[in-house]
């Protein structure tokens, strides 16, 4: 059946490749995949190709850009099939488009929605756990990331190829072995960014990661520096990416942190760049876990970081799917040691946790609230999908607008 299936996918992309001429071949091909920092990532290229001049094309999980048109991604996949991008780069060829830049996830390789595109450039952000019911165990979604960079390596007929690739990342040998002898490979470090001091106004060290995976990119293909350094002097970062929507008494700030890795560097930002600045803040984190079955196994370790660096816990309702809420926020619980459990309230309405989050916070604190970012809905029982805008909701409860709850 696995095979049936697989084929079925494959069988999808070269027909997409087919029906829309292989447009891949007439335009510069990026793709960025890894665990974090994609969707950042793909915007920060896209901010310095724009600086320099050129026409670009964008699908990423927060949106679908060509040329000067931009609408967000409703479709709830990152990478979506069914010809989808075959069609966004014939789109991209036809308005003049010189670059793509393509968000390559983990999922969308299994069902072969890379092939038949001629990639120009593979770019790696980073590697953690994730997807481990999908894929089986972490080497199975390690290998995904690794055949995408070999099919770029063996299959891209684009005569030069670039492969870009996180020294910090987890398993990078697996990548540079798999695109050895194939094209130009940079290994790029964040500590060359904050070397040479760049300025950004992103905040978090995460953050210098996505900025040195753009700059090593930009440089590789010859972009000017100065272009370089404007695009990421002037980027003010992607939507539900550690996002403030206040700062002011306190801060609000939402992001789609949801792995353990990403929920930990948020803390650890939030109290470096918000609560020690202020001296005086307390951290209210709201957070949950998507259900139906995803990564299991993180829910515990999510609330294991999140009484590390909390001192307020407010466990709620993400993606809950088919499973019980309640059951999902007793998973989190469980990963916190009983002398925390002091900290934790538990109300399933995300509405409803937000709005009481927001009232306990007071001048200097900093409520985070994870796992959503800018997504553009709640998936509940039964494959219904309730339409959500956290920013908009956050802002309503901020400014004691009616919501309904």
């Not at 488009?97 to 038949?116: D, K, M, N, P, W």
């Not at 684009?158 to 194939?182: H, P, Q, S, W």
């Not at 001296?279 to 294991?304: F, H, N, P, S, T």
């Not at 805008?389 to 409860?397: D, L, R, S």
């Amino acid at each position: 059946m696995d095979a049936l299936r697989s084929l079925y996918h494959f069988v999808l992309a070269w027909i997409g490749n087919n029906i829309y001429g292989s447009p891949s071949k007439k335009i510069f091909v990026i793709g960025v995949t890894g665990t974090k920092g994609k969707s950042t990532v793909v915007e920060l290229i896209n901010f310095i190709l724009e600086s320099a001049g050129k026409k670009t094309a964008i699908s990423s999980s927060v949106r679908f850009k060509v040329n000067g048109f931009s609408k967000p991604n409703l479709t709830g996949m990152s990478m979506p099939g069914r010809f989808f991008i075959q069609q966004f780069l014939y789109e991209a060829v036809k308005k003049e488009c010189q670059y793509a830049i393509i968000e390559v996830t983990s999922q969308g390789i299994l069902q072969h929605r890379h092939r038949f595109i001629d990639f120009d450039a593979a770019v790696l952000t980073n590697l953690e756990p994730e997807h481990i019911e999908a894929h089986g165990s972490f080497e199975n979604y390690r290998n995904s990331k690794v055949r995408f960079f070999r099919d770029v390596a063996e299959r891209s007929r684009k005569r030069m190829k670039f492969f870009l690739i996180n020294t910090d990342a987890r398993d990078k040998e697996y990548f540079v072995d798999a695109a050895k002898g194939y094209g130009e490979i940079a290994i790029y470090d964040k500590k060359d960014i904050m070397r040479i001091k760049m300025k950004t106004r992103l905040i978090g060290e995460f953050n210098f990661e996505n900025i040195a995976a753009a700059v090593s990119l930009a440089r590789s293909i010859g972009i000017e520096w100065e272009a370089i350094r404007e695009g990421v002097e002037l980027f003010n970062g992607v939507p539900g990416r550690l996002e403030f929507v206040q700062k002011i008494p306190y801060s609000v700030i939402i992001d789609y942190a949801h792995t353990p890795d990403s929920l930990e560097k948020v803390y650890q930002t939030v109290k470096k760049s918000v609560i020690k600045k202020s001296g005086l803040g307390k951290m209210i984190c709201v957070l949950g876990a998507a259900g139906g079955g995803r990564d299991m196994w993180k829910r515990a370790v999510m609330g294991e970081i999140a009484a590390k660096y909390c001192d307020h816990i407010l466990l709620t309702n993400e993606d809950p799917f088919d499973e019980d809420p309640a059951e999902i926020l007793n998973h989190i619980e469980a990963g916190i040691l009983n002398d925390y459990k002091k900290k934790v309230k538990k109300i399933i309405d995300r509405k409803e946790a937000i709005r009481s989050a927001i009232k306990m916070a007071k001048k200097g604190d900093a409520v985070i609230i994870t796992g959503k970012g800018s997504e553009p809905y709640m998936r509940v029982a039964g494959g219904k999908k309730i339409s959500w805008n956290e920013k908009e909701i956050v802002a309503k409860i901020i400014n004691h607008e009616t919501i309904e709850i």
